[in-house]
């Protein structure tokens, strides 16, 4: 059926890397080269994109709110901490992957508190596991350092070759590149069947289950692989600055995360990027104007925007990508013809 | 034999009984229509035949199984699907993707998380048979939310269908429909397979009529007389129930 | 042993006091007031400034604080909270933790960072000794304030005409709109008292929590539990949780206080797993 070829191949074409992505990556690959001064800043926007591209799968793609996912980007951030620093895992990529599967592990255990009551009680119950093990970290600071820290990890260098230098060089392409194997693979979740079946569930769970759709067993999926990521994200801190701390436990880091999926828009992948990027150097800008009462402006900006309306910023944010969009298709027609609507509806 | 069967089924709302002793058996391959007035607890039933509320009391059987204590993407699998009174779609989904996860669930593939959507023919052929027999290729690619009322009822049930159920609840289907577009719907209704039986809840008594081989009316709850058409028709305690309703018509 | 209980006891009327403001907001406007903390604090620091610095008597600065708190909730509430009403949880809660980050912020800027005390008349320093137990006269003062608030507030919901608009606009706004109740005033009304609520409780309890910039934050989760637990649909629920947390919390940091805060933590998603709309909440929820 000439019918089915063509659907075939259109929803195939839909997963296709655009133009613009590949640009993306060519761009944020060539800073390395482009801006050799900025290594530390710049580490900490792909850490904190990768941080937030993993609320995103749990709050843009699958509609789950939450204040809670720092409780997994702190565990795995002691965890590699704390191998590098007694020497059980000299490997820094094994200690990153292994960190990532001990968060995953504490995602699937809290997966379940999420699954049932209302918005409110999914904030408080995420809210409290990373309060819990906040409290945790402090009554064991003979462990962990306490409210000093985790003192004295030193990180072997990556396979034996690439030692974390002072300028953050070695350092930044190791998270950059981290950054884009990560994003490489959510990327091909959200273009799978689960992803799809996931934006479903979000839109309407009734319906989803009434097609057959196991939407608990998704849900519990989708937090846990969004629990890796996140773990994956503090292992990196950890590993980059040698050093960590109670704060990665705090309100304040998910009440950041929040911030910059705001800024950047949910449910299309480089939102959680582009947010970053943004809240980073609005953070840096800011914080030469007034070290000190940073948190004041913050909080000004969290309240303006939702006066002004998410809904509002989210439009104005769509707005902007579509322009690009439609000039980049302008500019290349010929690949314009075969791409249809984006994973985001637009 | 009764695909469908429900036993002494029972559902309260702490003081509230919205069904009581409804004992339901439906015949495989049926045609069989749920009427009553309004509040008479239809929608209720379905909801307990499908698992979105749990009964009180009582025992549903499909296909001679027990499933009274299955969830309902559980009773899915088992062949039993259901369309909303009022539509309940994935809006910023566009129809392809939307039967599509039904199809794909079916098949065993929808919790695949390494493939892409589309890569697997078997889905993507099936996906088109659907969509084609629905009348709605025309609309495949556009987001549901901004498609015309009876298209979105019309995939409300071609999503039901998706499901390949063996036993298909429609609830209202030809509810809010404009004129219009009724023709189309009640096309569509009157074209399912022989194999697959219908259990509907409906309004429209020529809908109703023309339809059904066998009615069941429920009554506050309760199965208050269940028989063939003709003898529905004809019973004057049916037509005392409905009077009121007649006046108000 | 039964120290603790007493302790706990202050502690729970305590919070009850100052959580009961944003249970009532909660279950009224189906609002999540995270800032409702803020509100406390600055009760707490405006009987600083006017009983230590301005050298008014101890009686009459827990009074001003309450007025002072719920003029600051009612113009906040007429003038900003209004406009987020309507809109979904996420930014109602982005928009409250804002407002948190702010006032921890400026509070920091105006008052230091450092722990500040309200001087506490002679009178109520030291304890009673009854039975063997160590009645602190303080908290003692705490128990009976807030006992007699919160039979104050059970009477007024029941026996007055406002309380009973109040108890309609809670259980059904739109119906209660269409009976002809102001709900908008309603709701402003409440505000600035809950509020107020929060600034007296944050007074009374400078000297037990400790006040310093960093309160909203401490104790926010705190008052989150009493609402989640307590649930919004009554005063009993939110008084009863506040009770358990108190003694909860005292007894768990004196018999583990390794694990201390964490019982409390643990408690919570245990309940909440348990019954998700709160320990007392209506078994017909919203």
Known sequence: MPLAVNVSAYLKQRARWSPLEIAFWIFAFATIWLFPGKYLIMKDTAILALFALSLDLILGYAGILSLGQAAFFGIAGYFSGLVAKYGIINEPVVALILGGLVAAALGFVTSFLVLRGSDLTRLMVTLGVSLMLYEVANRYSDITGGADGLQGVTVAPIFGLFRFDLYGHNGYVYCLIVLFVCFVIVRRIVYSPFGLSLRAVKGNALRAAAVGIPVKWRLVAIYTIAAGFAGIAGALLTQTTAFCSLDVFSLDRSADLLLVLIIGGTGYLYGGLIGAVIYRFLQDWISTLTPQYWQFWIGLVLVAIVLVGRDRIGAANEAVRNTIYRLCTRLMPRTAALRGAAPDGT | MAILETIGLEKRFGGIVAAHDVSLAVEKGARHALIGPNGAGKTTVINLLTGVLKPTAGRIMLDGRDITALDPHQRVRLGMARTFQINQLFLDLTPLETIGLAVSERLGSGGDWWRLVGSKTAVTDEIVEIVERFRLADVMHERTAILPYGKQRLLEIALAFACRPHVLLLDEPAAGVPEAERHELLATIAALPAEVTVLLIEHDMDLVFSFADRISVLVNGSLFVDGAPEDVARDPRVKAVYLGEEADA | ?286
């Open chain 3, 1 to 286: 042993m039964l120290t603790i209980l007493f302790d706990g006891l202050a502690y729970g009327m305590l919070l009850f006091v100052l959580a009961c403001g944003l249970s009532v907001t909660l279950g009224l406007m189906n609002f999540i007031n995270l800032a409702h903390g803020a509100f406390a604090m600055a009760g707490g620091y405006c009987t600083v400034i006017v009983v230590n610095r301005l050298g008014v008597p101890f009686a009459l600065g827990l009074p001003i604080a309450f007025l002072v708190t719920a003029i600051i909730g009612g113009l906040f509430e007429r003038t900003l909270y209004v406009h987020v009403y309507a809109k979904p949880h996420l930014d109602q809660v982005l928009f409250t933790i804002g407002l948190v980050f702010m006032a921890v912020a400026a509070s920091d800027y105006v008052m230091g960072s450092s722990q500040q005390f309200v001087q506490i008349p002679e009178a109520l320093q030291g304890q009673f000794n009854v039975f063997g137990i160590g009645m602190g006269k303080y908290r003692l003062l705490i128990i009976v304030i807030c006992g007699l608030l919160t039979i104050a507030l059970q009477l007024m919901l029941t026996k007055t005409r406002f309380g009973s608009r109040l108890r309609a606009a809670v259980d059904d706004q739109r119906v209660a709109r269409g009976l002809g109740i102001n709900v908008g005033a309603v709701f402003a009304v409440t505000f600035a008292f809950g509020s107020g609520l929060a600034g007296l409780g944050g007074a009374l309890g400078a000297e037990i929590l400790g006040l310093d910039p960093t309160f909203p934050l401490k104790y926010m989760i705190y008052f989150l539990i009493v609402v989640t637990v307590g649930g919004t649909s009554s005063i009993t629920g939110p008084f009863l949780a506040s009770i358990l947390l108190g003694i909860g919390d005292v007894a768990g940091k004196y018999y583990v206080p390794k694990l201390g805060a964490f019982v409390i933590y643990a408690i919570m998603i245990v309940v909440l797993l348990w019954r998700p709309q709160g320990l007392f909440a209506r078994s017909t929820a919203r």
